[in-house]
């Protein structure tokens, strides 16, 4: 947690991660943040920079990107052609073993199109938070910019 300027700053989902196939952001990243950090490869930063800034504000969320995004917009297609799939937190209600019920998150991965599927008011009422975006550096290499 970062205090800047009387506003704090919570860094809980902001990292960059990488293994063999896929890198991994957290959902709180802007996109001028993901275009600062040392840790993101440069293809990505030219993706970022070549098509995807030329639909989207700098200051939007990867989150908020992905929670409103739609199935007939070219940021959908640049994202289905980099194979990216978000890691998305929703709201389930378990019963304890006396039977008291208890709300509770499960984790999910789900493809693009799974997201897109899900309309805006079932996001809103399973409480749908997106947590992670898995982009695959198969779909990144692939990618000609």
Request: proline share 1%; charged share 30%.
């Amino acid at each position: 947690m970062k205090i800047k300027d009387n506003v704090t700053q919570y860094e809980d989902f902001k990292y960059v991660l990488q293994d063999t196939g896929n890198i991994y952001l957290g959902a709180c990243f802007s996109y001028e943040e993901l275009l600062e950090q040392e840790m993101v490869p440069f293809k990505l930063k030219a993706i970022l920079t070549h098509y995807i800034l030329k639909e989207a504000a700098p200051d939007t969320t990867l989150e908020s990107q992905f929670y409103y995004l739609s199935g007939d917009t070219f940021l959908y297609e640049t994202f289905k052609q980099l194979k990216i799939r978000v890691k998305v937190q929703k709201q389930v209600e378990t019963k304890t073993l006396f039977g008291k019920r208890k709300i509770g998150y499960r984790e999910e991965v789900l493809s693009l199109k799974e997201l897109v599927e899900v309309n805006l008011a079932k996001k809103k009422a399973c409480g749908m938070l997106i947590r992670e975006i898995i982009i695959s550096k198969l779909g990144m290499m692939t990618f000609s910019v």
